[in-house]
């Protein structure tokens, strides 16, 4: 029996909090100085270091179509397994084991070079057929990857010769490419991809100890350049404090990103540790259940985004860091548009709203909240802010595992609290089955339009207009972006700052001499 | 049977979003959840009659194999901590029991008592702010990745969590060696070997062990078991993939197979923990040894 | 004077002594639990400071991160332990006495199955028995903590009430009663339940001390009583991300939990001379 759990798909944090990811067209300065990366230092390096980089997110297994949960992304993407196309922590679309590309004049077929020379771990030689069996295996059936309904524009894959993959499609997708990169080649002859693996990037699999460790040894035979370390272990833990602890012993050299301002506080002004700020698409949200009343009032929606003082809330947990955002758009993404201006905390507005509404006595509701920070002391925040209007909020805690169950795949609930980590998420709003169960045609038209696109430019726009279509329905609540803030030893340098998409390129790290 | 009450059905560890009633019917054929519940037990009773455990939904994994792996950590972690908490307790109990007018009598008593009022998280987080963080003596968590290939390591990570359990253990232990003793003292088969002309320490060694080892030996079986089945908390601090944190993982994730695998395990162990512990009581005290088995009282 | 006797009047000493203090410990506990019904320094669920602000006239204690007094959370935490301790043991003597009685009564087999599955039972430890249920249920919430606890305890109770109770069974005024035609729950009511009663309120006793730990526990690894109930356990898991910068946040439960236990356990002690005075005796 071929094993899975789960696929809590890139929505949710299967795996504990939030990693943040950006586009490339920076152009707003988060609240600390954003750099895009550790650039490495001069200093002599040892090319066969051992890195050890600790996290909060192990993966369940080690199949991304099997619901692995982010932390498989963080493990191997680009670090054993590579795709067509590049994510690269700055944003950008690059080639991957793609030479050249070209496209037809109507945008419906695409034509992909394979890069000759590659081989998969197991030294079977990358061909065409490798690739077609890669991309029907995330559109399977079966399949949990998230990205699967993003590529079932795909209406045939044929594979002319071994080194040329033709893509056919139904429709113009203009995120093609960039929905690529979250395939990962691999070998159609492997076995057991929940427990092993047969890819093509620098790293092979060494050991996966569950609970534990999972470590990647360099792939001598790579095609590409060769990492700059030897090997690099992530370690496992289950608890924030445990994790800076050990960071603060030397047991890791990297935490991926710091989950409270306290945290931060311990390795800031020490020269022993380097604390950088990246660039944030992480979240918090307080989504309702569009589908049911009362959240099926937009008036009760807004009203509920006035009761609630986003401001004093991201202070409460983040002290100094993090950015307040009026809608589900990071302001790092094209189609950014300031909508924090639409519904601000205005409790007296909020109470006419309710009136209006038809609930001035106010009602009560059941929030479902995950388990594990901020969610609990976010839910207590807003006990208390909804409480001035009447409104009567019922905590329900529950474990990650009940919230895919329950709420985002059964879709029983009224509110619940969840952080969304993704890299240009906002078509979400665009699927009425989404477990918020937003349903508005015209952005459903709008975000449909955006993807068959002929130009970024037009792509940009239609997404403007529905971003900002989705805040006036206050469709959720968005209560502010995470700050993303890595710590190192100051002994490395050279990783990804911004863990787009919750990816952590380890091939660039490098450790100085000691 | 308890775990049939798990809200949820397993099936639905194995599928996508959406997934249409045919899909829903497959999966549930795949982990038989579509059976009835007898049928089900009488699957589980016969595959743990071949000692095949299954295979983990979430990590397809089997079973057996990561129990197995948990429990080079969870074992050595309690047996270690359970001897450091016999060498406290013992030599510490039966002195304050002896010299209970002494100030360190009471001392030791008085210490015993908030021993065993900490929660064993919170005495575990102290030992890796002092010793861990501030002192930077020992590792503050983590298990080496190639295990026991490499001993040092391991005693090295173990030293905290080892140290936090002999403590708390040590100091609920101590009050029962205190009150053992205390009995012993008392008794009136010590009182006349004295009067027989033995020493104290004579008198207490031959007679007082003896008998007093006897109820001490099943605390000790309760407390080991405990120890190895209640690390879940110890591993947690100590960021330690012992066989506690598989089991809250798996109830966490519903993952059907991995709790029912460890409870089996752990079943075993207490079953062997308490055959153990009747042994040795056999041993000490010839008395028991004619009695009917089942009598543990 | 034998150096025996010494000794006894000393220990005696020692166990009033503790007794006191004991008693204190609960009785403060009680109190400020009785308060917080009718008075709180501030409002608990408002903030009403900055965040994870130091002690200050002000707030005695500090405050958490949503700005809320500390020393508000902590009183009402107090009424919470309390509940979880009276309401765990209360479920867990009911449970587990009804069972240890029955178990008594049985037949020879049905007693060995019973006293067999207890003895296993009380093996698993209680905070793996309260996992379980907690689990068990589909949302956490302090009932479920509650009764998850209380399930643990009455194994515990249910393996010493049958010891105790077959103890009692087989002395010969009992067997004479039985014989002689009381009923069943007259034995039970009239002879058994008073006769074991001294040894097993010093059990509760000591359970209760035991179900406070294991909340905290439960609420250290996510599974204990969900906000707003202000419970030690949830207290010190919140305050644990902060505990170098406000390091206040997990002291101040963890002493006021200890001080309730420390004060159980004493009054277990002093109870169990008061019970049993041969054991004082006999020294």
């Known amino acids: ?514 | 049977m308890l775990l049939r009450l798990l809200p949820g059905d397993p099936a639905n560890a194995l599928l996508s979003v959406g997934a249409d009633a045919a899909q829903i019917e497959k999966a549930r054929e795949q982990v038989g959840s579509n059976l009835p519940l007898w049928q089900q037990f009488l699957r589980f009773a016969g595959s743990l009659a071949r000692f095949d455990l299954g295979t983990s939904f979430v990590s397809g994994k089997p079973v057996i194999e990561e129990i197995a792996a948990r429990l080079t950590v969870t074992v050595p972690l309690a047996l270690m901590g359970f001897l450091l908490s016999i060498l406290i307790a013992v030599p510490l109990g039966i002195l304050s029991a002896v010299k209970a007018d002494r100030w360190y009598g009471g001392l030791i008593s008085t210490v015993s008592q908030l021993g065993i009022a900490i929660p064993v998280f919170w005495v575990g987080i102290l030992l890796v702010t002092v010793f861990a963080v501030t002192f930077r003596l020992f590792p503050s968590g983590g298990f080496p990745r190639r295990g026991w290939q490499n001993e040092g390591q391991v005693l090295y990570a173990l030293a905290l969590p080892v140290l936090t359990i002999g403590l708390v253990m040590g100091a609920s232990l101590l009050r029962y060696v205190r009150s053992a003793t205390q009995d012993v003292l008392g008794s009136d088969y010590l009182r006349t070997a004295r009067a027989l002309g033995a020493s104290f320490p004579e008198a207490l060694v031959r007679h007082g062990i003896r008998n007093g080892a006897v109820p001490i030996v099943s605390i000790l079986g309760i407390e080991l078991a405990t120890t190895l089945l209640g690390a879940v908390v110890i591993e947690r601090v100590f960021a330690l993939p012992g066989l506690g944190s598989m089991l809250l993982l798996a109830i966490e994730q519903r993952d059907y197979p991995n709790v029912q695998g460890v409870l089996f395990i752990s079943t075993l162990l207490v079953l062997l923990i308490g055959f153990g512990a009747d042994l040795t009581q056999r041993l000490i005290d010839p008395r028991l040894r004619e009695r009917a088995v089942g009598g543990s009282a | 004077m034998s150096p025996v006797e010494t000794s006894v009047s000393r220990r005696e000493q020692r166990h009033s002594l503790a007794l006191t203090l004991g008693l204190a410990l609960v009785g403060i506990n009680l109190l400020v639990a009785l308060l917080t019904l009718f008075w709180t320094p501030y409002d608990p669920l408002n903030a009403s400071g900055g965040r994870l602000e130091a002690p200050s006239l002000l707030h005695w204690l500090g405050t958490d991160r949503l700005g809320r007094d500390l020393l508000t959370q902590l009183m009402i935490g107090a009424r919470t332990a309390l509940l979880v301790g009276t309401g765990a043991v209360a479920i867990g003597a009911t449970v587990g006495v009804s069972l240890g009685v029955l178990a008594a009564f049985a037949t020879r087999l049905a007693d060995d199955v019973m006293a067999a599955t207890l003895d296993i039972l009380i093996a698993f430890p209680t905070l793996l028995l309260a996992m379980l249920v907690v689990a068990a249920s589909d949302s956490a919430s302090l009932w479920t903590a509650i009764l998850a606890l209380g399930l643990a305890i009455s194994a515990t109770v249910a393996r010493l009430t049958r010891i105790l109770a077959k103890r009692v069974l087989r002395q010969d005024y009992i067997v004479a009663s039985r014989t002689s035609g009381t009923s069943w729950a007259g034995v039970v009511f009239r002879h058994v339940l008073p006769n074991i009663w001294p040894t097993l309120s010093v059990n509760f006793a000591l359970q209760f001390g035991l179900a406070v730990i294991a909340e905290a526990s439960l609420s250290y690894l996510g599974l204990g009583a969900p906000p707003p109930n202000a419970s030690w356990g949830r207290l010190l898991q919140e305050a644990q991300g902060t505990v170098y910068t406000a390091p206040i946040g997990a002291i101040a439960p963890g002493i006021a939990l200890v001080a309730l236990v420390i004060g159980m356990n004493l009054l277990a002690d002093g109870l169990r001379d008061i019970g049993d005075p041969t054991r004082g005796r006999s020294r």
């Open chain 1, 1 to 514: 029996m071929t094993g899975t759990i789960i696929g809590f798909g890139k929505t949710a944090g299967q795996a504990r909090r939030a990693r943040g990811a950006t586009l490339a067209a920076a152009t707003l300065a988060l609240a600390l100085s954003t750099s895009t990366a550790v650039f490495a230092e001069d200093a002599k390096f040892d090319p066969n270091a051992s890195i050890t980089i600790g996290s909060l997110y192990e993966p369940q297994n080690l199949d991304n179509t099997a619901g692995a949960g982010q932390g498989i992304n963080e493990a191997f993407n680009c670090n054993v397994y590579e795709a067509l196309f590049t994510l690269t922590d700055a944003g950008d679309v690059q080639p991957g084991l793609v030479a050249e590309q070209s496209v037809s004049e109507d945008g419906l077929t695409y034509t992909f070079k394979l890069r000759p020379g590659v081989a998969f771990h197991s030294g079977d030689p990358l061909t065409a057929a490798d690739v077609k069996y890669s991309i029907e295996r995330v559109t399977a059936e079966q399949s949990k990857s998230s990205r699967k309904k993003s590529l079932s524009t795909i209406s045939a894959i044929e594979t002319p010769d071994d080194q040329t993959v033709v893509v056919k499609l139904s429709a113009r997708s203009i995120s093609l490419p960039y929905n690529l990169s979250y395939v990962w080649i691999v070998n159609d002859a492997a076995k057991d991809l929940n427990a092993s693996e047969d890819g093509t990037g620098p790293y092979r699999l060494d050991e996966w100890r569950r609970g534990s460790s999972l470590a990647l040894t360099r792939n001598d035979k790579y095609w590409g350049t060769a990492p700059t370390n030897g090997e690099v272990v992530f370690q496992y833990f289950t608890d924030a404090t445990a994790l800076n602890n050990a960071l603060l012993t030397g047991a890791v050299d990297i935490i991926t990103s710091v989950q409270s301002p306290d945290s931060i506080a311990q390795f800031k002004d020490n020269p022993d540790f380097t604390v950088t700020a990246g660039q944030s698409t992480t979240k918090q949200l307080l989504a309702f259940n569009d589908r049911v009343a009362p959240f099926d009032n937009v008036k009760v929606r807004k009203a509920i985004a006035r009761a609630i003082d986003d401001k004093k809330l991201l202070t409460s947990i983040w002290g100094e860091y993090g950015t307040l955002i009026g809608s589900f758009v990071p302001p790092t993404d094209p189609w950014y548009v300031d909508l924090t201006a639409v519904d601000t905390y205005d409790v007296e507005s909020a109470k006419a709203l309710l009136k209006e509404a038809g609930f001035a006595d106010g009602f009560t509701f059941k929030l479902d909240t995950p388990n594990y920070d901020p969610h609990p002391i976010v839910a207590q925040f807003i006990q208390s802010e909804l409480a001035k209007v009447n409104i009567k909020v019922e905590i329900n805690v529950i474990t990650a595992n009940e919230w895919y169950t329950k709420v985002y795949k059964a879709h029983d609930f009224q509110a619940t609290l969840q952080e969304h980590v993704n890299h240009r998420d906002i078509v979400f709003y665009g699927n009425p089955d989404f477990y918020w169960g937003y349903n508005n045609p015209k952005v459903v038209d709008l975000i449909k339009a955006s993807e068959a696109a002929a130009n970024t430019d037009e792509q940009t726009a239609k997404l403007k207009e529905a971003n900002t279509i989705i805040a006036e329905d206050a469709a959720s609540n968005w209560l502010y972006l995470y700050p993303q803030i890595v710590v190192s030893s100051s002994a490395v340098s050279g990783y990804p700052v911004n863990g787009l998409n919750s990816q952590f390129f380890a091939y660039g790290i490098k450790k100085s001499e000691q």
